[in-house]
Structures are given as structure tokens and as C-alpha cells.
């Protein structure tokens, strides 16, 4: 369909372009017209909300401009193009990002000012879009914010859904889920309603012949719902380029098919449709490195794959170019294996409904996809049921089996008569039911597999992926550290030590290049830099404690050592070694003379994190935290040395609060189960300091900053599973000190211990398998060289500023870099036709 304006009425059009404030006045205009006619409110009837409304709209009029011509940019450079696949997207506030990327945020200040409103208060209006669960999403989201700083043509592909992570609210020391609607006002998303995609379900499967003769399998059959796009626009820093993230949302197809049940006075089976569909897009499942095998999780796995893919192959099909260069135009990254179906739809589309040969096909898919593994933990690892994708995806199945034939075959080849090694590699697993391996898909159907840091890579290689390393090679296993963005956890969340940073290096060309902080250490003995630091982690460190006292109503002192672990509660990750930490602290505290008291620094020890809803184990520890804070906070003996605080509902906009409050931050999971944790590089480019064990990108970390900027402990790795079978075989050891903590536990100082038995028990009397008993004593030596550390202020301060100089390597900027170049094979499209993919101003 042809929708372009005819030549000779673009001049007129051209006119009236829309072209956005650039002034503090046109920004009130703005503002105030939004007010008053997009949201139809007054003078008289303009609250916060209105105004932080206001002022979105008067900033995405902008945002929306640029993308427009990024994207028409784009369609005509006719260059690779990235596409990232993830069904989380941990965003954030936008608007914040939107200013920033923008540059108007201090005409936009002054303007809200004149108005009678207050920029932070504004600002904290808005919802968070909270379309992720934890590292996994937000990692999307840095990569989201870097493809743009970086020119790269790139989109973001996701499902919309109606409800995110649910909302943690804390009642009586308990866990309650709230749910989480936040599309009530959503200046951020574009419906798209002329992009549908009909995506089926069920059905079956028959062969036919087509007109030359050859058969092909025809899905016919089972039911159709509808994707339909929203677009959000990604603003690059620094650069006009800002690129799209499209999340499908599931509606009723207005297809004949549906329309005949309408017409034939089926009314209430018809809206009964309508609301099975929506269900597809309804809510994001809540798990965090754990999977449960539901239908509805396939069915929103298919329905975001197949509208992807229909999208991709559309756009590329405008260009009509030869199929065989499907992979020098189009990257497809899959973040994790839950889009592993869009490996075997392209296969579909391609043999089904395209007609090319299966080995054409197949070759042109593995090039297009890489493969980000996240985990090696079992429990994580996505297996669906054959009869599950036999019902719900016949044709998929029968091509995952095809595939399976295929690869098998290759192997038996290459290594003959090794059964056990077939075995080992199928994708299907030989259990009843049988099972499909979605790594072993993802692995095979992909060029490149990566893990997230490199101890986590060296793991895959040697562990999971172990056969196909045989089987393939090593090279086609790589490693790509984790990264943040520096844009939102440096200059949004901690503004005015990005300030002082820029101060000192003359511009803030560091948030586009990291590795320029370097230069800070070159200022280790300026006094008044080292005064400011200081004070700006005090000023964070206070607005945290306001922030403490008005949500959960405990005064904690900012002089105290804040120590802060905040992440999704996670029996791998540890917080029940913290708070077994924590209560030790609190009977050594109890047993010392008041002259011991004196010389001990005080502690506020902040917990924040959400359990998944079914995982009683993490609800336990919540509630261990919550009891012990209760006791703690009140005890007079202890007052400012100890206080124990859950913030609750941690979430993307609490950490932009929390990470720049901290001193000592925890990443003490059991080494080998943090695939590579993103938080702890986020507190280290704040400022703070970390207790970690060598697991994830701790290891990274510590050979950036050097080790005496870090306080490691705990067992390493490759002890691990010597450890775990001591302990079935052995004798199990409980360290003498943490069987002080659980007799505390036990007599009720904490309230019911009842409560508390299955964590203790999981401890002393069921394996253990996260070796809390094995690293308590280094952890409980570790806090104590913390305390000591603490009080020589000047050498902490060092520790901290020739840190942060050194956190260059963790910018997702240089993820996106070695991805493009490693796994990609895509280039920048800077916006001024320049040579270099660098952001130009
Ligand atoms: N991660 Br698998 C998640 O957040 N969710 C998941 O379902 C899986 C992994 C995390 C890893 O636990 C964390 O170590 C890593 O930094 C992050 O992904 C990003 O790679």
C-alpha cells in the first residue's frame, strides 16, 4: 500500500513539521497545552501526576520526532540489522532517561519550577515499567540504552504485558504480592494496530503437494489470536539516534473464522475468546532462575517468536534480496533459551511457507541466531513436555525432530558408536514424558552461544555444553562479561558525583567512553576532590536513611556503615548467609562490655529483594530478616550499633536510591551459581565497596580494581562439589559459630522458631547444598576485616574513588561492542553519515 505523500505535497508538509520545544518557554507551552488539551485538565486541577504527565508528553514530542527519522534513516542505509529477543525488559522509569537523552532537563526544571512544581517530585510520578523479573531484564534494558549511545540499528522485541512483576508489600514480616498494572497512563508506548500478526495455535499438521510437485507440510487448523505492536522509543545518549523496542500484546483475532461464532449468537463464547486471548500477554510469570513447565509460559513463547519472526522476515522480504543473505542482513541475539521457538519458526517459514530446501534453510538460520546463556543451574534449564508442544505446536515439533535426526546423525558420524553420547546430546530427553531440551535447540540452531562472565563461560564449557564442545569445537562458545549502562547508573542515579567526575576530567565524555574514569586516580591526593566524594556519599547515604525512616519507620544513622543486599531472594544467592551473619553480630554485640561497644562501627544492614510467589524457602528468609530486624531495631543494648531494615518492593527505581547509598555491598552467592551478577558493578561505579565469594563477575571485578579493593571469601568454584558430597558422605561439620545463631534462633529469639525450622534444617540436616556452613566462618572474618577498614576513613575513601576508576570494562557499551563484532558481525549507522560508530553530540 502505497502511504507516502506525493512529491509535490511534501514541501507543505515539510512545513509543517513538527519540530518540539528547544526553550524553557516552549517547554511551559508544551507542558501546558498537554495539560490542558491532551489530558483535558486546568489551572485549578493540576496535581503532581498532571504535571509529571505534562512534561512526558512535552519530551516524548521530541523523542518521537528523532525516532521517526532514525527510523526512516535506517530503512534506507539498508544495513544489518540487530534484533534482541527477551521476553523481560526491566526499563525503568522513562522519563528521567527521555530528558537526559534529550538534553532539555534544566530548561524543563526551571519551567516545572515557574509552574509551582519540583523537578524530583515530578520525576517520581511516574511508574516504573517493570517487565522483568532481575538481572536478565535489566540487562536487556542496558543493552537497550547501548545500542542506541551506539548507532546501532537495532531493535528490542518483547511481549506487553498487562501486569509486570507483581508489587512486594511487606505485612507483619511477610511476603504479599500486589498485583501491578501499570498501562493506566503510558505516555511511553505507541499502539500500532495497523501491525498485526495472526499467530496459530494447535491444529494439525498434513502434507500436500504444490504445484511443482513437491510435498509440503501444511498446519492447518486449531486457533488464531492476534499480535498486535506497541512501539517504545529507545533514546540513544549523546546521539539523535533512537531506536525502537516493539512488545506484542494478545487480542481476540478479528479474523471471519471468530466473527461467524459472533454472527451465529454465540455472544458470551465469543468475549470468552477474547479473554482467553488476552490472556497470552496478560502478566509476566514472576521466577527468577527457575522454570515451571506451564502451558500458557509456551504459548507466550510462540506468540512473541512467530510475531517477531513475521515482522523480521517482512521487513527483509521489502528489500527483495536472495534468502541465502537473510544472515548478512539480519542478527538475531536470544537472551536466554525462551526464544528458542523463533529458531524453529524461521525454519518453518523458510521450508513451509518460502520453499527452500531443509539444509538451505537450516544454514541460513544458524547463522542468524547467537545464543546468551544465563545459568547452569538445573532447575533454570527450560525443558518442555513433547506432548505440551505436540498439542500446542505440531508442525514445531515435528521440525525440532527433524533437527534432532539430523544433528544426531552428524554426531554418530563424527564419533561413532558412542550411545551414551547421542543420549547426552539429543534434544529430546528419553523421560516419560519425553522432553525437549531448549539449550541443546538453542545450541545447535544458533552460530554463536555466549555466557555472561568469564568463570560462567568456562562453566558452560566444561559442564553443561561439555559434549558440544566436543562436538563442535570450542569456538563457536565465546564469553561476554555483563555490562550497565553508565547513562542511568551513573549520571541519573547518582547526578552529582557524575558532576564532580566531569569536574574533574573536564566533560562528560566518560559516559560514553568509561574507561576515560581512569584519569581519576591521577587526583587520589586532591583534598577537596577527596572532601566533596565524601560528602555526596553522605548526602546519598542520608537521602536513603529519609527514605528508610518514611517507608519503614526505623531512624537509621547515615555515619553507620550501610551495608546493602539487594536483589531477588534466591537460596543461591545467599541472604540467608547475611542474616545468619547478622544475628551473629547481634550476640557478639549482646555479650560485649560497654568499653567493646565503643570501639565497634556502626551497621545498618539493608535487605530488599522479592521472592518468586511459590518458593516458600526465599519467604522464609524474607520473613528471618523482617523478625530479626523487629528484635534488633528495639534492643537499647544495641541501638546505633546494629539496625536491620527490609525496604520493600525493590525494583529499578528503589536501586537508583539504594546503590548510590551504599558502603559495603554483598554478592556472596555459592561460587559457580551467579552466572555474573550485574549489581555488584553498579555499587562499585557508586563508590561502595563489596564483600563477594569468586563467583559470576566478582572475578572480573576484583582484577579491574585490583584485591585489595574488594573483600573476598568463601570456597572457590572448583571445591564445590568435593563439598557437597562431604557432606552426604562425610561427616557434616556445622561451624561452631553458626550453631550459636541457630540455637538463638531455636529458643524463640526471633519469635516462632517454628517458622524458621525448614531454613535451619536445610542447613544442619539436608545437605547444606549451598554451603553456608562451609563459608561462614571466612564471611563472619570478612565482616570484621570490613569493620576495621571502615574506620580508617581516608584509605576507605581510596579504596573507593581507585575503584571506581578502574570499572571502565563494565560499560554495556563494550558488551555491545564485542557482540557486534564477535557475534554479529553488525556495524553502527551513525546519524551524521561519519565513519565511526562513536556517539556525536
Ligand atoms: N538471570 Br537464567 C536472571 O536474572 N534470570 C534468569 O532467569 C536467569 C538468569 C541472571 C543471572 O542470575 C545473573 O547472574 C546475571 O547477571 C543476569 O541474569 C544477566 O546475565
Not at 436 to 450: D, E, F, Q, Y
Not at 739 to 749: D, E, M, N
Not at 813 to 836: F, H, K, S, T, V
Amino acid at each position: 500500500v502505497e502511504s507516502s505523500i506525493p512529491e509535490g505535497q511534501r514541501a507543505a508538509w515539510r512545513k509543517h513539521s513538527a519540530q518540539g520545544f528547544t526553550t524553557k518557554e516552549q517547554f511551559e507551552d508544551e507542558a501546558v497545552r498537554h495539560i490542558e488539551t491532551t489530558l483535558a485538565r486546568s489551572l485549578f486541577n493540576c496535581d503532581e501526576l498532571a504535571a509529571y504527565s505534562g512534561t512526558a508528553l512535552a519530551f516524548r514530542d521530541r523523542l518521537v520526532i528523532e525516532w521517526n527519522r532514525t527510523q526512516q534513516r535506517q530503512s534506507f542505509a539498508d544495513q544489518k540489522r540487530v534484533y534482541y529477543l527477551s521476553l523481560e525488559f526491566l526499563m525503568g522509569r522513562a522519563m528521567d532517561n527521555a530528558m537526559l537523552n534529550v538534553g532539555m532537563k534544566d530548561a524543563a526544571r526551571a519551567g516545572l519550577n515557574e509552574l509551582g512544581f519540583n523537578m524530583e517530585d515530578v520525576i517520581s510520578q511516574e511508574h516504573d515499567a517493570a517487565l522483568g523479573n532481575g538481572g536478565l531484564g535489566r540487562l536487556a534494558a542496558c543493552f537497550l540504552d547501548s545500542m542506541a549511545t551506539m548507532n546501532f540499528p537495532a531493535w528490542g522485541y518483547g511481549l506487553r504485558y498487562r501486569y509486570g512483576i507483581f508489587k512486594q508489600e511487606i505485612v507483619d514480616g511477610f511476603q504479599v504480592e500486589v498485583p501491578d498494572y501499570w498501562l493506566d497512563f503510558n505516555p511511553w508506548e505507541f499502539p500500532r494496530h495497523d501491525v498485526t500478526v495472526d499467530i496459530q495455535f494447535y491444529g494439525y499438521v498434513s502434507r500436500k503437494t504444490d504445484e511443482n510437485g513437491k510435498s509440503v507440510a501444511v498446519w492447518e487448523g486449531g486457533e488464531i489470536v492476534d499480535a498486535v505492536a506497541f512501539d517504545v522509543p529507545i533514546p540513544g545518549y549523546g546521539t539523535p539516534t533512537t531506536n525502537n523496542l516493539r512488545l506484542w500484546s494478545s487480542q481476540a483475532s478479528k479474523g471471519e473464522f471468530d466473527f461467524q461464532k459472533f454472527n451465529s449468537g454465540n455472544y458470551e463464547g465469543s468475549v470468552a475468546d477474547q479473554q482467553r486471548a488476552e490472556t497470552i500477554s496478560a502478566v509476566l510469570y514472576p521466577n527468577e532462575n527457575f522454570e515451571t513447565g506451564k502451558e500458557l509460559r509456551l504459548k507466550q513463547q510462540y506468540f512473541w517468536c512467530a510475531a517477531s519472526l513475521f515482522d523480521i522476515v517482512r521487513r527483509f522480504k521489502k528489500g527483495k534480496k536472495a534468502w541465502s543473505t537473510f544472515p548478512e542482513n539480519v542478527a538475531i541475539q536470544l537472551n536466554d533459551t525462551h526464544p528458542t521457538l523463533a529458531i524453529v519458526e524461521l525454519q518453518r517459514i523458510l521450508v513451509d511457507l518460502e520453499g527452500l530446501g531443509w539444509d538451505e534453510a537450516w544454514n541460513i538460520v544458524i547463522n542468524t541466531f547467537g545464543y546468551t546463556n544465563h545459568t547452569v543451574m538445573p532447575e533454570a534449564l527450560e525443558k518442555w513436555s513433547v506432548p505440551l508442544m505436540q498439542n500446542l505446536l505440531p508442525r514445531h515439533l515435528q521440525i525440532v525432530y527433524e533437527v534432532n535426526a539430523r544433528f544426531l546423525q552428524m554426531v554418530e558420524k563424527k564419533f561413532p558408536k558412542d550411545r551414551d553420547l547421542l543420549t547426552r546430546v539429543s534434544i529430546i530427553e528419553e523421560t516419560q514424558p519425553k522432553m525437549v531440551r531448549m539449550a541443546h535447540l538453542a545450541t545447535i540452531g544458533s552460530h554463536k552461544v555466549n555466557g555472561v562472565a568469564e568463570l560462567h563461560s568456562d562453566l558452560i564449557r566444561t559442564t553443561i555444553f561439555k559434549d558440544f564442545v566436543t562436538i563442535y569445537g570450542p569456538d563457536k562458545f565465546t564469553n561476554v562479561t555483563n555490562g550497565i549502562t553508565p547513562r542511568r547508573w551513573l549520571h541519573q542515579a547518582n547526578p552529582r558525583l557524575s558532576e564532580l567526575i566531569a569536574s574533574k576530567l573536564g566533560g562528560y565524555d566518560f559516559l560514553t567512553d568509561l574507561t576515560k574514569l581512569n584519569k581519576l586516580e591521577t587526583f587520589l591526593d586532591d583534598k577537596a576532590f577527596k572532601k566533596e566524594w565524601q560528602e555526596i556519599k553522605y548526602a546519598n547515604k542520608v537521602r536513603l536513611a529519609q527514605y528508610i525512616q518514611k517507608t519503614t519507620g526505623v531512624s537509621v544513622n547515615p555515619k553507620a556503615l550501610f551495608d546493602i543486599q539487594v536483589k531477588r531472594i534466591h537460596e543461591y544467592k545467599r541472604q540467608q548467609l547475611n542474616i545468619l551473619g547478622v544475628i551473629h553480630r547481634y550476640l557478639t554485640i549482646k555479650a560485649m562490655s560497654p568499653e567493646e561497644r565503643k570501639k565497634l562501627a556502626p551497621r545498618v544492614s539493608i535487605f530488599g529483594g522479592k521472592a518468586a510467589p511459590g518458593y516458600w524457602m526465599a519467604k522464609t528468609i524474607i520473613h528471618l530478616v523482617c523478625a530479626v530486624g523487629e528484635v534488633v531495631n528495639k534492643d537499647k543494648d544495641v541501638g546505633d550499633l546494629l539496625k536491620v531494615v527490609y525496604v520493600e518492593d525493590y525494583n529499578v527505581s528503589k536501586a537508583e536510591i539504594l546503590t548510590p547509598a551504599s558502603d559495603i555491598s554483598e554478592h556472596i552467592s555459592t561460587a559457580g551459581t551467579e552466572a555474573s551478577g550485574t549489581s555488584n558493578m553498579k555499587f562499585v561505579l557508586n563508590g561502595g565497596l563489596v564483600i563477594g565469594t569468586c563467583d559470576g563477575a566478582n572475578i572480573e571485578i576484583t582484577r579491574e580494581i585490583g584485591d585489595s579493593n574488594i573483600f573476598l571469601f568463601g570456597n572457590l568454584a572448583e571445591d564445590v562439589e568435593d563439598l557437597r558430597h562431604a557432606h552426604h558422605y562425610g561427616s557434616f561439620q556445622l561451624d561452631p559459630d553458626l550453631a550459636k545463631v541457630f540455637s538463638a534462633i531455636k529458643s524463640g529469639t526471633f519469635g516462632d522458631a517454628g517458622r524458621f525450622a525448614a531454613l535451619c534444617d536445610s542447613i544442619t540436616d539436608h545437605g547444606d547444598y549451598y554451603l553456608v556452613s562451609d563459608d561462614f566462618a571466612s564471611y563472619i572474618q570478612t565482616h570484621g576485616l570490613i569493620d576495621e577498614a571502615f574506620k580508617d576513613q581516608d584509605a576507605w575513601l581510596e579504596k573507593c574513588i581507585t575503584s571506581v576508576s578502574r570499572m571502565g570494562f563494565f560499560s554495556s557499551d563494550r558488551c555491545i561492542d564485542q557482540y557486534a563484532e564477535e557475534i554479529w558481525n553488525a556495524e553502527p549507522l551513525p546519524p551524521d553519515g561519519g565513519a565511526n560508530g562513536k556517539a556525536n553530540g
